[in-house]
């Protein structure tokens, strides 16, 4: 790379008018920024409160038409616009801050100004179709045959396009010298945002909706590309992370690793080719400018109605019509919402009762009959420590940003800056898929349990990922539901479930985990309790902890092989006699007090060796001791031999002064 910054300067001048262009759809601003991090326009201000509390200045996000001349003097050399337009009035919101040097961010004294999903109005479905990492640093010397695989890749790309917004002439597209851009006509989701105009909470949701949505087409629409292109997934990696400010680099845009712009590609005769920077002339920007209009011209509103038959294709062909499908979709998912919070209400009322009945028995157990103390202390963990720990490879790998990112141990992430935490919800995100979670979430993430962030983590997933923060070391009591309480598929259990016996075995230190057998039922194999007097253990540390298990004790005589889903859990195989069970209890007794001896004989060890440690402690002090009570005896007999020699003037004086100011006249303390 060698452009000087006079010519990045000059250039980014002569673009101006493309940046005009492409500004506004109808009458909603996008934000522009340079080089990636000049998110916010800021100036001084006079609010005395906050100047107070250290905020010197205030700000909000640049608007690319009219702050563009404050992002060209900032700019060093790569311009970015953000793909989804914005209501005006989220350009207006001023909020107190200051910069921090030595972090080389912008911290806020509240919430940062940044647009949110009500915001929006003209989105784009949008893609960064990215060339394979292997390619990207042969940008410009491509062999014909790359480059011809390349253009038919983008070209079953821009066809995937054309089945969402059911035109082509509603598909555009650029070259970004380091792949290629995607979009889908912005103005098309404007009778969305006109529709739902008097409802924010709307706004948001369909929006939100509709770029995960869209994203999770694209994603499918990869798929469906690789196997009618053969070799495309060998030169194109698409990203598919549209989100409601999503930075690309516009049209003239100069390149980070290159001496290269980016430049409009014909959806109609795809051509990929590289365009460096020094033969920029006039023509090439009107072309340009003539992109930028026709992207931000309001011609595709009618293009609605296939985006939403596309993404929501199940509630579009019960009600016909994006209106009423959008309708039907927001009125459902408000039902959900309220159906949970009547579980949340309901489970809390019965945790409430019977936290009364238990006369707080359960405080401070590793058990739990209520769900929602296990999602408490989940939610509860920092999930910093999370990332920085076990979900990434590189930790706040971009200092600029007022929220950490990390480079996700779960994928590959070319720039190392894809996911990020928001330390304030205790959340984090992966921008890749426009989606995030909590610290069970990361977790799941961070052990395989599931392997993208756009999967749901729930059912026994969820379960393995509280048991990977156990593991960690994170206090998470065990959830053993009690007999009475109620069944995820309706009803309530007659008994405590034999899985949650097993696990409170564990959880109170009856029973490891390893110790439990193969047994056969009924229904086949399943892990049963080495004996009966394991499980009649268990079952009197379940009451010593208050819970209410419904079970009844079993005896030697009982010898009926039953499994787990029976009143009698602990299967005993017909075959084996008193006399083998009790010894076969007897060695299993045996190996938990060995196990237990060697726990115990390890913790002896490590407190020996801390008392030997308090010992030397102790001699040191006992040394020091001495030492300073020979030097206040020797101060003493000091003040005492001398003492006659003092004026008798002085007598009336030495009885307001401390004994330490009187042995100062007499003993030197250099």
Known sequence: MTLSEAAIREHYRRAKPVYEALATVKDYPTIGLNDFVGWYIKRDHDNVEAIKAGYPQRGRVARLDRDYDEIHDRLERTLYAVTTYKTPSAFQRWEPC???ESEGTTVWQDEPPTPGYADLRAVPAWGDIDLADDIKPQRGDLDAETRALVERTLEAYIEEYTTLYSTRDAVYALDSVGGA?????PEATLPIADHFSDDPDVLERVFDEFLDR?????QKAETRVNERVAGAGDVIQPDWVNNKNRQYKPPLSVHADHDAVVTPIATDDVRYELRPFETVDNALIEQAVNWADDLTRVEHTDCVDSLVATLWPDLYEDHGGWRATLEAWVEAERERERERQRQREAALQRREERLAELDGTLEGRPITPFKEDVYEAVENIDITEIARHYASDAYDT?????????????????????CFVDEQANTFGDSKVNAGGGPAKLMALATGIISDADADLDGEDYWAAVDELRNAGYDIPVWVPEAGSDRVDGGTYDQMPFWAVRKAAVALEVCPEDAFVDREGEDGTYEGFPGYETYNETLEAIEDAGLNHGREQVTPEEDTADDESESIPDALPSDERPGDLDRAHLREKNRLLTAKVERLESELEEKSERIKELETEVNQLRSELATVRSERDRLETALEEREFEQEPNQGDQDEDQTPLDRARRFVSFD
């Open 98 to 100: 200051r910069y921090d």
């Open 181 to 185: 851009y995607v979009f889908g006509a």
């Open 214 to 218: 869209s994203n999770a087409w694209l």
């Open 398 to 418: 971009d200092p600029n940003q007022p929220r950490p990112q990390f480079d996700p141990s779960w994928r590959h992430s070319e720039s190392g800056q894809s």
